[in-house]
């Protein structure tokens, strides 16, 4: 079964404090993604957070705190695939602030990710690949060489990655504005 690992672990200096928190239709976003992975289909799902209560009760889901956040992205990553079980075929990567993403959706990734199990399968949007994106076992040691505040993306560009288009997740939540009038901060 494909694994999940939400990168959470951002201080959302723009949001005034972790993104992961903030409440979107009535639940954290971090509380959003991990439920959503989950009925995705996901086992396990890892959330690679700060240093801050994720606030993950009653979700099958494994905390992990990334003591190096502040150096990016890919300390996230690098941070989850360190637990991974060592019998993951996958791992499916997203973050919690794109708010397009739903369990549908990441169904239909999971299951063009199936069509080539040796090949990654992303999200197409905006003219590029990107997260939420599904890579195989074989992207793992090179996953846990990444630096810096960069992702998978030269890793998915460079691969005959699989593209599921989805326009709508070129929208994140990046600033206060983008939050929906009727949420409620913290």
Not at 44 to 66: F, H, K, S, T
Not at 70 to 78: D, L, V
Request: glycine share 10%; net charge neutral.
């Amino acid at each position: 079964m494909t694994a999940a690992i939400i990168l959470a672990a951002g201080a959302g200096r723009r949001m005034g404090g972790p993104k992961a928190l903030l409440p979107f239709e009535g639940e954290t976003l971090l509380r959003r993604a991990a439920r959503t992975a989950l009925e995705a289909g996901c086992s396990p799902v890892i959330a690679v957070v700060g240093d801050w209560d994720p606030r993950l009760e009653g979700l099958a889901v494994l905390p992990v705190i990334n003591p190096e956040a502040a150096e990016g992205m890919a300390s996230s990553i690098r941070a989850g695939i360190a637990v991974l079980p060592p019998e993951a075929p996958a791992v499916l990567l997203l973050t919690v602030d794109q708010p397009a993403v739903d369990a549908s959706h990441l169904r239909r990734l999971l299951a063009l990710a199936a069509t080539g199990p040796d090949r990654p399968a992303a999200c197409a949007y905006a003219g590029t690949l990107g997260i939420p994106a599904v890579l195989p076992r074989r992207c793992f040691p090179e996953l846990l060489a990444l630096r810096g505040d960069r992702g998978a993306k030269a890793i998915l560009l460079r691969e005959a990655t699989q593209g599921l288009p989805f326009s709508e997740g070129a929208r994140d939540l990046d600033s206060p504005e983008d939050l929906p009038p009727d949420s409620v901060r913290r």
